[in-house]
């Protein structure tokens, strides 16, 4: 993982994790956790493979507005496939990670909602945004 990508914001405890997991009545994998404990809800402003088609804005992290327990509530049908909204991109779509450790991108455009698989686990999305200038 580059960590130059990523603008850190507050870090998560293993408290509010703790809390995330109970909220889906499922244990986050640990490539997620490690991410979250160390950039929190993270400014990237890149895109999945440097394609325009999968931008990534942000993580969701702690803040009001933008946390990850926030999310879970404003999409209850996630929640209840145990799904977690993880990032943005600049047009509030946004990527989940899902029951299966799976990373999916959630378009929202024109009243139709489409889902496409972007990576089979949360280490390699990361490790695939590419950010201009890098």
Do not use: H, W
């Amino acid at each position: 993982m580059m960590d130059e990508k990523f603008e850190c914001s507050t870090p998560f405890s293993d408290a509010y994790i703790e809390k995330i997991e109970l909220s889906l009545n499922r244990k986050l994998p640990d490539d997620y956790r490690n991410f979250v404990k160390k950039f929190g809800g993270a400014f990237v402003g890149g895109e999945v493979d440097g394609s325009e088609e999968f931008s990534v804005l942000d993580f969701f992290g702690l803040e009001e507005g933008n946390s990850v327990l926030e999310m879970l509530e404003i999409y209850p049908d996630l929640k209840s496939d145990g799904a977690l909204p993880v990032a943005r991109c600049e047009l509030d779509n946004i990527y989940v990670l899902n029951n299966k450790n799976e990373i999916f991108y959630i378009n929202f455009y024109g009243g139709k909602t489409s889902a496409t698989r972007v990576s089979s686990c949360f280490q390699d999305f990361i490790d695939r945004i590419v950010v201009n200038g890098d």
